[in-house]
């Protein structure tokens, strides 16, 4: 499946400037997929062996060199590319019984219920999204406790333009390794890259290193917990949280790419505060020189800060991004968003420096009905107290456009929001 390739202004410069047609390179990575530890743990020992990169481009001119940074590639020692985070998405039973129906018996289509956000995700160069599930490998289904669901579940979200997908989280394993395989497979098939478990612990230091436009960009990823574990070890190790494993992997990650974005799987279901473990492995990934921090698991929305480094440097961190789709049942699982941002790199003395300005949030939410059907992502901006009364969790507590923007205000800073959100009527 060819994904869709996002223009954006640095390739519209190269088209000018060097006459070149643009091409969308296939991925080439080779993740694989862990054993165990607990959720608040996270001492351990550090990897062994060489760093390597795994390395995928998402979208670059034909240009020589596959091997060095291109920041410079464009005849600027500035490079600026647009990057773009989501919440988890999940994939309940009522959502993949409304998939079937918008599709046919027999058939899964899930597209319909990011309609009325798909554009946005477009806009930006690279975006990520958490995907809590594996898929299935012989057409059975699990929703609960396990989730196991029909890969056209992926295909939607690569199809709207999600091109990094985090599959390290707490159901990573609920298919097993060869679930997980499975679902890793069809991600690179996509276009995509997969974040997920590793080889052995060797591939550990195997970078993962996506190329935006001439950017090179590092993702260090680590997960609390898995619901499932590999009893035996065979052939997978998962990133499990380790204060050694994050030390050694931002040093290699940083002299491997011009910025680093560490993807964090943690903290504490349905809590509305970061917990001090997440600010404690928040606090070391900034001082390992991590450029942003994105957050998954607590399934609902927590703050987002600039926390300073001492290189005088900052590192955003979003503690969690809450849902982006689910049927989960409360108000405040309903609500998330688009997190997006300027990355920026500047040539400095050899090294790059990395700025992150521009930064957006646009609150979404997601709509069912009160039969928990007809699915859809929407910005909470267009959302209405009429359609407040029809979703679905009004069985279940309270669902008022008062509170979802409660939840919003008091998570996401002021100068981050929109102003349909700041001066909402």
Not at 184 to 198: D, H, K, Q, V, W
Request: proline content about 4%.
């Amino acid at each position: 499946m060819v994904r869709h390739l996002k223009i954006t202004l640095g390739k519209l410069r190269a088209l000018a400037s060097l006459m070149l047609t643009l091409t969308a390179a296939l991925l080439c990575c080779s993740c694989s997929a862990g054993v165990g530890g607990a959720y608040e743990t996270y001492e351990g020992t550090s990897g062994e062996g060489g760093v390597t990169a795994e390395e995928t481009r998402i979208a670059t001119p034909d240009i020589p060199s596959e091997s060095e940074p291109r920041r410079n590639a464009y005849s600027s020692d500035t490079q600026t590319v647009r990057i773009l985070a989501a919440g988890d998405n999940m994939c309940h039973e009522a959502v993949a019984r409304y998939a079937s129906a918008c599709a046919g018996e027999g058939e899964y289509d899930f597209t319909p219920i990011y309609d009325d956000i798909a554009d946005n995700i477009r806009l930006a160069d690279a975006s990520v999204v958490s995907f809590e599930a594996s898929i299935s490998t012989d057409g059975s289904y699990d929703y609960f406790p396990k989730y196991i669901v029909p890969g056209d579940a992926l295909d939607a979200l690569t199809g709207i333009g999600f091109d990094i997908i985090n599959l390290s989280n707490d159901h990573m394993l609920d298919g097993g390794v060869e679930g997980l395989t499975a679902t890793e497979r069809r991600i690179r098939e996509n276009g995509a890259l997969p974040l997920s478990a590793y080889s052995d612990r060797a591939d550990l230091s195997n970078i993962r290193i996506t190329d935006i436009d001439g950017v090179r960009i590092a993702l260090v990823y680590f997960v609390g917990k898995t619901n499932v574990t590999n009893s035996d070890g065979s052939g997978i190790y998962v990133p499990y949280i380790d204060v050694n494993d994050i030390q050694t992997q931002m040093e290699a990650a940083k002299s491997k790419a011009d910025a680093v974005i560490a993807v964090m799987h943690w903290g504490v279901e349905n809590e509305l505060s970061p917990s001090e473990s997440q600010r404690s492995l928040a606090s070391l990934l900034a001082s390992c020189g991590a450029n942003a921090v994105i957050g998954y698991g607590p399934h609902v929305l927590q703050s987002i800060e600039m926390l300073p480094r001492e290189d005088g440097g900052t590192t955003l961190v979003a503690y969690s991004m809450g849902n982006f789709m689910s049927g989960m049942y409360y108000a405040k699982n309903a609500v998330g968003g688009l997190l997006s941002f300027d990355l920026t790199v500047r040539s400095a003395e050899g090294r790059p420096a990395v700025e992150i300005d521009n930064i957006s949030f646009l609150p979404t939410v997601c709509h069912y009905n009160s039969q928990r059907s007809a699915f859809r992502v929407m910005p909470l901006s267009e959302y209405s107290e009429e359609l407040c009364k029809e979703h679905g969790g009004q069985k279940y507590g309270t669902f008022t456009l008062t509170e979802l923007y409660g939840y919003v205000r008091r998570a996401i800073p002021d100068e981050y929001l929109p102003d349909e959100i700041l001066y909402k009527q």
